[in-house]
């Protein structure tokens, strides 16, 4: 078998191919992407070889072609790769040997990950495509905004009203802010209606998959949420535990201990930012619905910071999905974890005690 460590740069690529079985060397060269170089040189080798990468983007061409001619596309964590290597010394042409050498060894070796399917990347970009167009949307929502003030009125949420609309375009304005208002009033239409149909479009995608439908029984779930934790877990099994999950989304503390010496600082952020995004404004709706993470939240609100609050009920609720994916369970059914003894990850009815957990055995 053939096996290829390529270095991917969106102008080019190193590749270091080698024979599995003799260890000859049989290419050792940069490829352009510009013109036809990289389709002639992967079209020229037999079918079946093995090609690793680091997780980069902008590379779904290059996938399309490797699967056309064949080849088999591993791709790497980028910085489980480069702890392979001690040596300071960094180049492309070191980066490419050093993926090759670890797919000659397999796959304990070289740190594979998990690649969504086409199908879930394409309904990744519908879920960002509508996140893109709320927040132009709410850009042009605070112009307004500033247009209303200016002129003594202060509306706010109402403001986006029938008799708020009325209101915005009865004011009497100069002629360019004038102008402004109108445009930005017709530029909002647009986006309503464009928002109104990508929601339509996600809330149909979330019904026909199951596991999203098991997440929207959760308070603080919609389509958009629950379609989103889908495409970004993907096989729920592939985490040990739900530290694991919080530690794959960035939720988990960083840390920098040594000896008796422990430091905890901020998230890591080392996950899908999207996604961190989207739980943190869940969150915050479950909060509304469950007596307990309210009253965690405002304590911890005013032992810290909201920021914080906010943090620790999307970790909460990102732990109360995991279960219900490895659970195949839905929020009304009570259930209790192992490590959680105490607090069930989903709450259900039960006749034990209403109280708070720190009162209990009081």
Known sequence: MLIIGCDFHPSGQQVFMVDSESGEVLADRWIEHRGQEAKQFYQSLPSGARVGVEATGNMLWFERLLQSCGHQLWVGDAAAIRSKDTRKQKHDRRDAQLIASLLLQGEPQFPRIWVPSLAERDLRQLLMHRHKLVRMRVQMQNQLQHIAINQGTQKKRKLWSKEGRRLLESLALEPWTRRRRDDLLQLLDQFNERIAE???????????????????????????????????????????????????LGLNPSEDSSGERQR?????????????????????????????????YKRLSMQKHRGTAKVMLARKLAVRLYWMLRTNTPHSEAVRMQGSSSHPVVQGPTSLSERPASQCGK
Request: glycine residues 8%.
């Open 264 to 296: 905890q600082g901020a998230i890591s952020k080392q996950g899908n930012s999207f996604m961190r995004f989207l739980l943190v404004q869940g969150a915050q709706t479950a909060a509304r619905a469950e007596a307990g993470w309210a009253r965690q």
């Open 198 to 248: 990508l929601d339509r479009e996600v809330e149909k995608a979330a019904k026909a998959n199951s596991r999203a439908n098991l997440l929207m029984t959760q308070k603080g779930v919609g389509p958009v949420i629950s379609l989103a934790m889908v495409l970004t877990v993907g096989d729920v099994s592939r985490f040990a535990n739900s530290r694991k999950l919080v530690s794959y």
